[in-house]
């Protein structure tokens, strides 16, 4: 593979490594069910990939990117137009855009986080992320923590309130 093609590759996987979490919090917002987005997600991907070698450097890849993950929301919608359950394509492309107006501030909030999430001592922070994977139970979480489920709820709500504490001060500091 010629080094620039190698180089446009690994250009890729940073751009879309970086957005990928926004992307999909993006499609999440307009899709009712975590399934559905991810399989969205997964159709975005392949378009981005494809055309990539369309896509100018100078221009912001999150955006690019969100627009493609529109198009395939909207194309989603109108596939699954029969089921009474799916939105309105007009609400959709509100949703959207408030979306897209609200990205810069929750990518903020998500970098504290991650800055908050960093600070939360390892073991702590294992039991964190295991609460919250999708293939792990409440239960047997907290019996491998060595606490009852009340008490595993209940630390669980210390944590996420220290989090959400620290989370704002970041952000005060940051607009300080």
Known sequence: MPASKHDQHKQFLREFTTHEPAVRAFVRRLVPSRVDADDILQEVSIVLWEK???????????????????FKVLSWLRDKGRDRLVLNTEVVELLADDALKDEPLLEQQRMALEICFEKVPTAERELLTRAYHSDSSIQDTAASSGRSVTGFYQWLYRMRKMLLACVHKTLAEESA
């Open 52 to 70: 990539f070698q369309d896509f100018d450097a100078n221009k912001d890849f999150k955006a690019w990117a969100c627009g493609i993950a529109r």
